[in-house]
Structure formats: C-alpha cells, structure tokens
C-alpha cells in the first residue's frame, strides 16, 4: 500500500479524485491524514470492515463512532460497512456483524453521509438491512451478485459499484451489461484485486470503463461521464 501513497502525485494527472474507504479505525487516522495532505483529490470514507469489526470491543467501536462524529466534516462517507459470509460462518458472528453493522448506518444517519457496503454472500442481508433502516444513499461495494439481486437493488434507489475484476468475472459482466448505467459507478479496490500477481492501482478503474463499454456498445467516453456524475453526486463532490 505504502507505494501507492508515493505515487499519489502521478495519479492526480489522470483520475479526478479517489475515494479511500478506511477498513478499521487505524486506517482512518491514515486516510484522513491523505485527504488532508491532498485535499479535492483524495477524500475518506471511514468504516469499519465487518471481518476487523469482529476483533473490536464495545468500547473501541464506541471510541470510533465518536471519532467519525468528531470528523464529520472530514469526510464523504461511511464505509465500508455491512456483512462477509465469506470468511464468517458461525452464526454467533454474524449477529454480532449485524449489530455492528447497524451502529454504523445509525451514525451515518445521524451525521447524514451516505453508507459504502461491503456485502461478500451477503447481499439479500445487506439490502434487507438498509431497507429496514431507511437508508436513503447506499453504493454495494464490489458487487459480483446475480442480475436478480442487482436489480432488486437499483428498484430501491442505490447505486452498484463494478470493479475492475469484469474482465474475468461472469457475474460482474452480466450486471454490467443489464443494469442501466446511471445506477452503476466504476472501481478498483486498490490494492487489492490486482490483475494476476500485481498490486491493484486506482488507474486500473480504465478497464471497468472499457469493458462496461463493451459490454453495452457504448463510447467509453460516455461510460466515463456517466459514472464519474454517479460518483460525485453520492458523495457530493461538487460541495467540495
């Protein structure tokens, strides 16, 4: 991760901006720090990952939600937040991933920001979840879900976010391909997911715009304008 902090300066001449979703409470000391250092390029979304929120005690979920409270004005979002059934089986630990879950949608209510969700086999979960919640501004982060889900989805009015793994995942590309794009945004999860062996990097956010062209036969351009609005809008960039 660290060199792709060194090469913030080399990405600023071909992305608008980059959204970093803080996983723990330590990244978000970290991630505020950057989008302190690079402000209008860099903006922070501070959550808590549902694997990390496992391995955290009342009190430092609760030192974290004052700490997000403290720096509303700091930041875009929350998230990522939400629910793994990847990693999680036990049902003791999924209720427990559900109460954290629901702590963090509270506080985005509360400070008014829109929730980024981290939903791995947990889709209907998550949906149900946030509905249940009124969450009025949700994006399902890394969606490799079916065309049913994402359509039930975009029906409540939240927005699905393609990775660059469409090149390769059949699930990613049928979403792609049937949802209308004003309801989808591109991204990387830098630096994971990288292409092979390599470090993922935010300009790989290239190849979910030409694939998603592709895919609808549509200029890449419009592809790119389309969801960079998406993108801005949720996490009202044009306020900055």
């Known amino acids: 991760?660290?060199?792709?902090?060194n090469k913030i300066e080399e990405y600023?001449?071909?992305?608008?901006?980059?959204?970093?979703?803080?996983?723990?409470?330590?990244?978000?000391?970290i991630s505020l720090q950057l989008s302190e250092k690079y402000k209008n390029f860099v903006y922070s979304s501070l959550?808590?990952?549902p694997v990390d929120a496992l391995y955290y005690t009342e009190k430092q979920i609760d030192e974290y939600l004052e700490f997000i409270k403290e720096n509303r004005k700091r930041i875009v979002a929350i998230g990522e937040i939400g629910l793994d059934y990847y990693w999680v089986k036990e049902e003791h630990k999924i209720q427990k991933?559900?109460?954290?879950?629901?702590?963090?949608?509270e506080i985005a209510k509360e400070i008014k920001k829109p929730i980024v969700l981290h939903a791995r086999l947990a889709f209907e979960d998550t949906l149900k979840i946030i509905v249940d919640e009124d969450v009025k501004k949700a994006l399902f982060h890394f969606f490799d879900g079916k065309?049913?889900?994402?359509?039930?989805?975009?029906?409540?009015?939240?927005?699905?976010?393609i990775n660059n793994q469409i090149y390769k995942n059949p699930a990613i590309r049928n979403v792609a391909k049937e949802i209308p794009l004003e309801y989808l945004v591109c991204e990387t999860d830098s630096p994971w997911a990288g292409i092979g062996n390599e470090i993922n990097?935010?300009?790989n956010v290239k190849i979910c715009i030409e694939e998603i062209s592709k895919l609808k036969n549509i200029p890449?351009?419009?592809?790119?304008?389309v969801t960079d609005l998406n993108a801005i809008?949720?996490?009202?960039?044009?306020?900055?």
């Open 1 to 5: 991760e660290i060199p792709l902090i």
């Open 12 to 29: 600023k001449k071909h992305l608008k901006a980059i959204i970093d979703y803080a996983p723990n409470f330590e990244d978000a000391k």
């Open 47 to 49: 959550g808590l990952h």
């Open 97 to 105: 991933q559900k109460e954290i879950f629901k702590r963090f949608i």
């Open 147 to 161: 065309v049913k889900t994402a359509k039930e989805i975009i029906k409540e009015n939240y927005l699905i976010s």
């Open 201 to 203: 990097e935010p300009t």
């Open 220 to 225: 890449k351009e419009e592809v790119e304008k």
């Open 233 to 240: 809008k949720f996490f009202e960039l044009e306020n900055e």
